[in-house]
């Protein structure tokens, strides 16, 4: 089995910028495409960034230019850099993470959330 655990979250003041974190622990072969996801107030769980297990990367168009995505394979991390942050990207952020697990082959892990909130 594996999981997922988030960190990084807080609280900020409009311009400045949070580093979220997600480690994969647990038996695991390999981790493909991992990602970050935000769902705020009263909205539905959106996309922010994915990367693939080759480094490719995709974002929504609200954050391309403020937001990088990264990924540390030795150390199974993706990292969220986040600057310019605006009062709209308030939000629970949710990684998500692709495996190949051990005992349960592929499957997509989730993590609990850590909620980022910006102050205007």
């Known amino acids: 089995q594996a999981h997922v655990v988030e960190s990084g979250g807080g609280l900020v003041q409009a311009g400045g910028s949070l580093r979220l974190s997600c480690v994969v622990y647990?038996?695991?072969?390999?981790?493909?495409?991992m990602g970050w996801y935000r769902q705020r107030p009263g909205k539905q769980r959106e996309l922010v960034a994915r990367?693939?297990?080759?480094?490719?990367?995709n974002y929504a168009d609200s954050v391309k230019g403020r937001f990088t995505i990264s990924r540390d394979n030795a150390k199974k991390t993706v990292y969220l850099q986040m600057n310019m942050l605006k009062p709209e990207d308030t939000a629970v952020y949710y990684c998500?993470?692709?495996?190949?697990?051990?005992?349960?082959?592929?499957?997509?892990?989730w993590g609990q959330g850590t909620q980022v909130t910006v102050s205007s």
């Open positions: 998500n993470a692709a495996v190949e697990a051990v005992v349960v082959g592929a499957k997509t892990y």
């Open positions: 647990g038996s695991i072969f390999s981790i493909n495409d």
């Open positions: 990367i693939s297990g080759g480094g490719s990367t």
